[in-house]
């Protein structure tokens, strides 16, 4: 009987238990190899690469290893984690949810905040306007995606990257409303949102269109990503075209980010 050892191998950067079949750890994001070693065929003995036998892990790594990992940090194309805790994506979800409290509270709160129609230069409102949120149930779907792509995208690449993605595309995005639309409605992060949900996914279509096993699911992202770009016009606030934006923004910038890692190895 083939043992479990011979199932799994170690992931060196976050020891957790992963196929010996794919390219890179879905759970920190570490490069494992370059490209996935054949299947055998019908009939021969499965050969794997040989691990240390470890108790089966959870998806949140263990605090007693997080302090060492986190001292094995290197550059943007790396696949070491960066910080023992997504911090930049915490306080991306805690402004947001700040700032819905804050405008039940004093409704003037979300008028300078969001934007509603011309600028008349109040630029500040570009990166305002990505925490301001009118509707409940757009501000929870909006903030869950954050919370998901920020989380898994600042382990692999840093919290500088995930909040210069999700201040840099919301910006991009509400700009491209204002020019477009004489009384223009930009409010919350929808465009943010589906800029890391881009970057993170743009790995993954690079390796099915390669033909290379990935881990993400594919469909289960553009669902949430279709679910981004309607909410806004269905719920009658927010800008569909913000968001179609963010996400070209973001995965233009998350196949530089891929290229930058692959010049790496």
Known sequence: MTSGADLFVVCKQCGSEVSPYITECPYCGHRLRRRAPKLPRAGEPAKAPRARRRLPRMLVPSPLRSGRRARGRTGIGGGRARSERPYATIAL?????????????????????AIKG?????????????FAYANGLYAFVTLLTVGIFGWLLERRHGAAVVLALFLGA???????ATAVYPLPIVDGGNAGA????????????????????YEGDLLGTAAIASLLIVMPWAQG???WLAGVAGGAVGLLFGLGLHRVREAEL
């Open 170 to 176: 919301g910006a991009i995005g509400g700009l491209l």
């Open 194 to 213: 589906l800029a890391l949900l881009s970057a993170w996914a743009s790995a993954d279509l690079i390796s099915a269109r390669s033909g290379v096993p």
């Open 237 to 239: 606030e927010g800008s």
């Open 118 to 130: 011309p600028l008349h230069g109040h630029w500040w409102k570009l990166l305002t306007s990505q």
């Open 93 to 113: 979800v805690f402004a947001g949810c700040a700032a819905w409290i804050a405008w039940h509270a004093k409704p003037i709160i979300y008028v300078e905040m």
